[in-house]
C-alpha cells in the first residue's frame, strides 16, 4: 500500500483540482482490531495537485 490520489474533477480556471489523497497508516488508538493495524486514511482537497504526483505522472 502506498500513497495515492484520486481526482474528482479540475482543473478549475486557476489550475485547481478536487482530490482525495489516501495513504497507509498503521496506528489507531482505541480501534477494536487492535492499535496496530495497517489501513488506509484519506483527506479531501481543493487546491492544486502536489508537486511528487506531478513529477510521478510525467509533469502533468
Do not use: C
Not at 482490531?33 to 481543493?46: L, M, P
Request: hydrophobic share 25%; aromatic share 14%; glycine share 10%.
Amino acid at each position: 500500500m502506498t500513497k495515492r490520489i484520486e481526482i474528482h474533477s479540475g482543473p478549475d480556471s486557476l489550475g485547481r483540482y478536487l482530490y482525495t489523497l489516501l495513504w497507509p497508516d498503521n496506528y489507531f488508538p482505541g480501534h477494536p482490531d487492535g492499535e496496530n493495524i495497517e489501513k488506509e486514511r484519506a483527506q479531501v482537497f481543493h487546491a492544486t495537485l502536489p508537486d511528487w504526483y506531478k513529477k510521478e505522472k510525467g509533469g502533468k
